[in-house]
């Protein structure tokens, strides 16, 4: 089986139309941030999230609604609290999200025990026949404000710097302009998706970062894989222009781009449809790096490099300097 | 036979590798040292608790700071092993934080208190009633002329005095907050927090006379909405921790009359000779008064002296349950914190969840994986099949080297596991399409295989370089979860490049490209 053998799609010659859907998602995506901002989790504002099961042992007992629940937190001193139904209705399992208690000492200590508290006293029906520590708390993160502003400053940093070393290693290995449209294609690809958790209102957590990173080294694989082939068919077809070269290189590694990113995609998908409630922002995430990454590698990496290489108008030097190098 | 190239021993030390850490995952009855060497699960697959720890050591000095951090891990982990949890784990992290694991812990509000509490045991003389409403009203006075330092009880002020503050209500700002039983303050229950805050308050104590402070009692375990007593002592004690010997759990007599003794946990207290003289003396010298029993600023009794007592021995009796009179026990026997400490995350992952967790991973893994096999065998055919069989290598290398780094498989780990599974077949499907093209430009299998090896192989390390980049910084940015991730992700990485570039190989120099076969399967 084949696809995707001899295609000879003008990637080099549509590249404005390219660039303008690229800036079009990515300008939404802005939009996003700009109006909806984004959804820290508890591990980066600090507060309490708290997962617990209330379905009754005893099945006569109705199932609690989310607005019992929600006002019983209310008149025990958390009006603030956002709940959530987690899963199927009829789990009643719930997530109890506090956020950024007001003061900055160590409240949040009795928040979590003050929590487990009211519902134990309040529904005693749903927690009758439970043991409270094994099956009805599922989870539940407390983290203190000064963790919560120190794990912000670390999560950007630690994009940053993946972003640099791998700026570094593309120019040792390509040349600068190759590393820097590599980063601009990455760029793209993180921006996109957190556009996109903006849009959704989903949270930011500490595994979301986990993701990005991760796209972050998948995507910078494909481009590389383009480069990779341009710097070698350069050098083999020195008469041939280099728009030519460039989207030869892009057709040749087409279908091993797709179905690269094909497997993983289908992993992906698999983690997110049967890999449990815990990983499906994750794999929501990676998903969408898959898309947009595969995306950037083949329309928008190369592309970039060849509209600076017309903008400085040093195409011809920056080629030769290419097949010097190796 | 011909001889051993460096490749075939290359992929029978790969093996021979894989097959002994994965071992003990798959047969039983192995010896100890052998079976021991198997994965762990973290905390979110296994269920449990980790709590991060500051040490709060702004009232030592610098070097007192250092040793005072590792003291307090010491007696932590002392506290924890008295405890009894399995396979705990405390680490230091930076200068002045502590981490504890506790896996498969269930008692999670125990484990907490136990670890947190400085446990400092003191014994004070309770102010006499005439002394205390003295402090009392002076804690007044002082509150009144700088109201404005303590704006909760400005508040307070404000609805029972509308149009003017008058000296009726100033003046018993702070007093009025409790309600008189027999020369005792009762604080009722919904102005315990506010108390609870001003005694924690660094300008409050300001305002109490000096030589005195106050101290909340115990509050009842059985009720949250219990009324609590507060009492004035005096601040020098008589007796502290570090002059006890031992402490144990005992039961009361059940003929007791005390209802607080009757049946009830207490905790037994002996003496080191310098206590127990020192506890002679003060008793012999305050016969007839109250003696507070304090533990990291909480009143847990009050007994009265009513003799001199030689032997150094002593109890707390008091509202507390079997579990907490067990924990307290624990806790004075490990000696106090160093230096207070206060948590500043938990986490607290529910058996059920963790084990779901596990489940659906699990799920996830086997459609990624058949999904990936079942493609590449269409695509590739009997290439796709080689492929397959790396790729099964490949997830038994990440198990294995998990493994013999000793480190723990989390939730993310399977994640990364999962996605490895769909990146491994990368490196095969980059040297698969060169070998296509190679025999498109109509090469031999042979010169095909050659020549697609050539080039891929330096796209391969290039592309890959920049991921595992990715997941060294992964690695330094996470702790716990998102760690295990970067270190699947980058095992994995490192997995497929020898499986591709090496085993692959292998199994196709052998079986595929043997005699003058014109076609090769791909």
Excluded at chain 1, 280 to 306: E, K, P, R, Y
Excluded at chain 2, 203 to 216: E, H, I, K, P
Aim: aromatic share 8%; with cysteine; net charge neutral.
């Amino acid at each position: 089986m084949r696809l995707f053998t001899n295609t000879n799609f003008q990637f080099v010659k549509n590249r404005k139309t390219f660039f303008i859907l690229s800036a079009l998602l990515i300008i939404a995506g802005i939009i996003g941030l700009v109006v909806n901002g984004l959804n820290w989790s508890i591990d980066f504002t600090s507060g309490v999230a708290a997962k617990v099961n209330l379905k009754a042992a005893d099945s006569s007992v109705s199932p609690l609604r989310i607005d019992q629940l929600r006002s019983v937190l209310k008149s025990n001193g958390f009006p603030e609290a956002e709940i959530q139904h987690v899963g199927d209705l009829a789990d009643a399992s719930f997530m109890i999200k506090i956020k950024s208690p007001k003061s900055e000492s160590d409240v949040s200590s009795d928040t979590k025990n003050r929590i487990i508290e009211i519902i134990v006293q309040n529904f005693p029906d749903h927690v009758k026949g439970k043991d409270v520590n094994r099956d009805v708390i599922e989870e539940i993160y407390e983290v203190g404000p000064k963790v919560g502003g120190e794990l912000r400053t670390q999560a950007l940093m630690a994009v940053f710097i993946s972003l640099i070393l791998i700026v570094i290693y593309v120019w040792f290995r390509f040349e600068l302009t190759f590393g820097f449209m590599a980063i601009a294609a990455l760029f793209h690809d993180v921006l996109i998706i957190i556009g996109i958790f903006a849009l959704t209102g989903k949270e930011i957590t500490i595994q979301i970062i986990a993701a990005m990173l991760t796209i972050v080294g998948y995507s910078i694989n494909d481009t590389i894989v383009v480069f990779d082939r341009i710097r070698e068919d350069i050098k083999a077809n020195r008469k041939d222009s280099y728009e030519d070269v460039f989207n030869a290189a892009m057709n040749r590694t087409l279908s091993r781009t797709i179905i690269t990113s094909g497997t993983t995609l289908l992993t992906s998908l698999a983690l997110y449809f049967f890999g449990g409630s815990v990983l499906q922002d994750f794999a929501f995430a990676m998903t969408l790096g898959i898309v947009f990454g595969t995306f950037s590698s083949i329309f928008i990496a190369s592309n970039l490099v060849i509209e600076w290489y017309h903008f400085s108008h040093k195409e011809k030097q920056s080629i030769q300097h290419l097949t010097k190098k190796k | 036979m011909k001889k051993i190239s460096w490749r075939s021993l290359a992929i029978i030390i790969f093996l021979c590798v894989t097959a002994f850490y994965l071992a003990p995952l798959a047969i039983p009855n192995l010896p100890q040292w052998w079976a021991e060497k198997t994965l762990k699960l973290g905390l979110d697959l296994k269920g449990g608790m980790q709590i991060l720890l500051e040490v709060d050591t702004s009232e030592l000095g610098a070097s007192d700071a250092k040793s005072a951090v590792d003291q307090n891990i010491k007696i932590i982990r002392d506290r924890i092993d008295k405890f009894g949890v399995a396979e705990p784990s405390i680490q230091k992290i930076g200068e002045d934080r502590i981490l504890v694991q506790l896996p498969g812990l269930a008692d999670y509000s125990g484990a907490e208190n136990l670890i947190k509490q400085t446990a400092m045991l003191e014994f004070k003389l309770v102010a006499d009633p005439v002394t205390a409403d003295q402090v009392m009203q002076s804690i007044d006075a002082n509150i009144s002329a700088n109201i404005a330092f303590f704006p909760s009880l400005q508040d307070r002020m404000k609805p029972l005095n509308p149009a003017d503050t008058t000296a009726a209500n100033t003046q018993s700002v702070f007093s009025g907050l409790f309600t008189r039983d027999a020369g005792d303050f009762v604080v009722q229950w919904d102005v315990v927090p506010l108390v609870r805050e001003l005694l924690a308050d660094t300008l409050f104590a300001q305002v109490v006379r000096s030589g005195y402070q106050l101290a909340l009692d115990k509050p009842d375990p059985t009720t949250t909405r219990g009324e609590r007593r507060i009492y004035v002592l005096q601040a020098n004690p008589e007796l502290t921790g570090g002059e006890i010997s031992k402490a144990k759990m005992e039961y009361g007599s059940p003929n007791s009359t005390d209802p607080n003794v009757a049946n009830k946990p207490y905790i037994s207290l002996e003496m080191n000779n310098d206590g127990a003289r020192k506890f002679e003396t003060a008793t012999s010298n305050n016969v007839d008064r109250r003696l507070a029993i304090v533990l990291d600023n909480i009143v847990y009794s009050v007994p009265l002296i009513r003799e001199r007592i030689s032997g150094g021995r002593a109890q707390i009796t008091g509202k507390f349950s079997a579990e907490e009179a067990h924990e307290l026990s624990i806790v004075l026997n490990t000696g106090n914190l160093k230096a207070p400490i206060k948590p500043i995350s938990t986490v607290i992952v529910g058996a059920t969840l963790g084990s779901d967790s596990i489940k659906s991973g699990k799920m996830a893994g086997i459609i990624g994986l058949v999904a990936v096999v079942i493609f590449m065998l269409i695509y590739y055919k009997a290439s796709g099949f080689i492929a397959d069989i790396a790729l099964f290598f490949n997830i038994g290398f990440i198990l294995a080297m998990l493994t013999a780094f000793g480190a723990t498989l989390t939730l993310p780990g399977i994640a990364g596991i999962i996605l490895t599974i769909g990146m491994a077949v990368d490196a095969n499907v980059l040297i698969y399409e060169r070998i296509r093209e190679e025999l498109a430009a109509g090469k031999t299998p042979r010169s095909a295989v050659d020549a697609g090896y050539k080039r891929a192989v330096v796209t391969i390390w290039d592309a890959n370089i920049t991921t595992l980049i990715a997941a060294a910084v992964l690695y330094n940015f996470g702790t716990g979860p998102v760690r295990g991730f970067a270190v699947t992700l980058a095992i994995g990485i490192i997995g497929s490049m020898f499986t591709a570039i090496v085993m692959v190989r292998g199994i196709m120099e052998t079986f595929v490209l043997t005699g003058t076969k014109k076609t090769m399967s791909i």
